[in-house]
Structure formats: structure tokens, C-alpha cells
């Protein structure tokens, strides 16, 4: 179905961990979107289409508004 896990998502967020990188997976809510028949990718090309970009940025929202809301490094 073209869309077998090759396990990349995974290598990726190990070594993000590893060297302390927040990292979020988008690639289930992609594979959702899939399933429902919805297209999240360029049809001849591996990048994201609008669709893509949306679910990504639905993924990655509340992980911002998360760190965001944190206290940081810099704040007094």
C-alpha cells in the first residue's frame, strides 16, 4: 500500500533522544489520514501537501502551546 514502516520515524526519534531533541511523530496521523482516503503527500513526491502541512501542524500545536507555557531557560 506504499505506506510500510521503513522505521526512519523511529531511528530519528532515538537519536533525538539521545542528543536531548524534542521530537514529534507525525507519521501516525499521517497514516490515519491514509486510511481514511485522504492524501497528506504530494502525489509525485515525497513532501507534504497543504493537507500534510495541516495534520503536522495539528500534531505539533499542542506540543508548542505545552512549551510555550513552560518556563524557559531565559525567563526571570
Same mark, same amino acid.
Given at each position: *500500500?506504499? +505506506?510500510? *514502516?521503513?522505521?526512519? *520515524? #523511529?531511528?530519528?526519534?532515538? +537519536? @533525538?533522544?539521545?542528543?536531548?531533541?524534542?521530537?514529534? =511523530? &507525525? #507519521?501516525? @496521523?499521517?497514516?490515519?489520514? /491514509? /486510511?481514511?482516503?485522504? &492524501?497528506?503527500? %504530494?502525489? =509525485? =513526491?515525497?513532501? +507534504?501537501? !497543504? %493537507?500534510?502541512?495541516?495534520? /503536522? !501542524?495539528?500534531? %505539533?500545536?499542542? #506540543? #508548542?502551546? &505545552?512549551? %510555550?507555557?513552560?518556563?524557559?531557560?531565559?525567563?526571570?
Amino acid at each position: *500500500n506504499g +505506506w510500510e *514502516n521503513i522505521g526512519l *520515524n #523511529v531511528a530519528v526519534e532515538e +537519536w @533525538a533522544r539521545s542528543e536531548g531533541i524534542l521530537f514529534v =511523530d &507525525t #507519521v501516525p @496521523a499521517l497514516r490515519e489520514a /491514509a /486510511a481514511r482516503g485522504e &492524501t497528506p503527500y %504530494l502525489f =509525485d =513526491d515525497v513532501h +507534504w501537501n !497543504a %493537507l500534510g502541512h495541516e495534520i /503536522a !501542524a495539528r500534531e %505539533l500545536a499542542p #506540543v #508548542v502551546r &505545552t512549551l %510555550l507555557a513552560e518556563p524557559g531557560e531565559n525567563s526571570e
